[in-house]
C-alpha cells in the first residue's frame, strides 16, 4: 500500500514571506495523482492544488506551487506571500490512478505571525 | 449544487449503540468513500463505493458497515458503537472526468462515542 509521510508536524511563516512544506510518498505506480489540501478550523477540506505523475510541469494556483519530483518521489509545497488566511493544516495525499485509494499524510499544522 | 453534505454535524452515542451517518451529493459523482480523521493523524479510508451497489473495504473497515442503492446516497452505519470510534468523519466524492480527478468532501461529523 502507498504511504504519504508529512515530516513536519508544525511550521511557521512570518505573514507575507516565504513557506515550503515537505511531503514524500512510497509507491510501485507510475500513474497516480498527488494533492495538497488545506482545513481550517472549520474542519472544512478545501484543495489547494493537484498534480497528476505524468506531467512534468509543476502545478501552480495563485501563490501556490508545488516542487514535484518523481524519481524522489517528492511533492512539496510552496506557498508565497503567506497571508493570515492561509493558516491552517495542511495535508499531502495520493491517489492511485488504478484503485481510486487516496492515502493521506498526517499534516503540518502552519501558523501565519503577523 | 449543494456538493457533498453530511448529516449530522456532531453526534454524542452510548456504548453499544448503533447509528447511521449520512451522506448525499448532487454532483453525479460515481466515486464515493468514507474517511475518519484521528487527532495527529491524517485522513484514513473506511469504505468506499465505485458506484451504485458496490462497496468495498478500506483501510479502516472494522465496526462499520455502508450500502449504496442510489447514486447519490452512502450511509455509513455503526452497527455497537465504541470509545474508539470518537472521531470526526469525512464523505468524499471522486470526480473521475480525465483529467480533473479530484476528492470533494463534505463538512464532516464529528461523533462522540461515551
Known amino acids: 500500500a502507498q504511504t504519504v509521510t508529512q515530516s513536519q508536524p508544525e511550521m511557521s511563516v512570518q505573514e507575507a514571506e516565504t513557506v515550503t512544506l515537505s511531503c514524500t510518498y512510497d509507491?510501485?505506480?507510475?500513474?497516480?495523482?498527488l494533492f495538497w489540501y488545506k482545513q481550517p478550523p472549520s474542519r472544512q477540506m478545501i484543495l489547494v492544488i493537484r498534480q497528476e505523475a505524468y506531467k512534468q510541469q509543476n502545478a501552480t494556483e495563485n501563490r501556490f506551487s508545488v516542487n514535484f519530483q518523481k524519481a524522489a518521489k517528492s511533492f512539496s509545497l510552496k506557498i508565497s506571500d503567506s497571508q493570515l488566511g492561509d493558516a491552517a493544516m495542511y495535508f499531502c495525499?495520493?491517489?492511485?490512478?488504478?484503485?481510486?485509494?487516496?492515502?493521506f499524510g498526517a499534516g503540518t499544522r502552519l501558523t501565519v505571525k503577523p | 449544487n449543494a456538493g457533498v453534505t453530511q448529516t449530522p454535524k456532531f453526534q454524542v452515542l452510548k456504548t453499544g449503540q448503533s447509528m447511521t451517518l449520512q451522506c448525499a451529493q448532487d454532483?453525479?459523482?460515481?466515486?464515493m468513500s468514507w474517511y475518519r480523521q484521528d487527532p495527529g493523524m491524517g485522513l484514513r479510508l473506511i469504505h468506499y463505493s465505485v458506484g451504485a451497489g458496490i462497496t468495498d473495504q478500506g483501510e479502516v473497515p472494522n465496526g462499520y458497515n455502508v450500502s449504496r442503492s442510489t447514486t447519490e446516497d452512502f450511509p455509513l452505519r455503526l452497527l455497537s458503537a465504541a470509545p474508539s470510534q470518537t472521531s470526526v468523519y469525512f464523505c468524499a466524492t471522486l470526480s473521475a472526468l480525465s483529467g480533473e480527478e479530484t476528492q470533494y468532501f463534505g463538512p464532516g461529523t464529528r461523533l462522540l462515542v461515551l
Open positions: 454532483m453525479n459523482h460515481e466515486y
Open positions: 495525499a495520493f491517489l492511485s490512478y488504478n484503485n481510486n485509494d487516496m492515502r
Open positions: 509507491t510501485s505506480e507510475s500513474d497516480y495523482y
